[in-house]
């Protein structure tokens, strides 16, 4: 069992930064390939970045276009997601995810709302 739990949503102006993190707890964190999705009201989640055990792999939402940046700092058990350029259709609700064995995520955290005005 692995408890993610995230931070750093907020409420932020078009064109603003925000960096999320992700808190990971319970099991051994450098098993797990990570990644983040999201959910808008009314759609489906949609996968946004993802990160291999090392680090040394990511992987990104064709909608991200150079936007965002996923990274890892396994000795603090944590993932990031630095979000740039933020354009009000990014608003949604932003949840981490753990994956073991491959990319099937299995583990998932409550949610951060990231809400940007225009």
């Known amino acids: 069992q692995v408890q993610l739990v995230e931070s750093g949503g907020g409420l932020v102006q078009a064109g603003d930064s925000l960096r999320l993190s992700c808190a990971a707890a319970g099991r051994t964190f450098n098993n797990f390939n990570m990644g983040w999705f999201r959910q808008a009201p009314g759609k489906e989640r949609e996968f946004v970045a993802g990160i291999s055990r090392s680090g040394e792999r990511t992987y990104y939402g064709d909608f991200v276009k150079g936007r965002f940046i996923i990274s890892r700092d396994n000795a603090k058990n944590t993932e990031f997601l630095q979000m740039n350029s933020l354009k009000p259709e990014d608003t949604a609700v932003y949840y981490c995810?753990?994956?073991?064995?491959?990319?099937?995520?299995?583990?998932w955290g409550q949610g951060t709302q990231v809400t940007v005005s225009s």
């Open positions: 995810a753990a994956a073991e064995g491959g990319w099937s995520y299995k583990y």
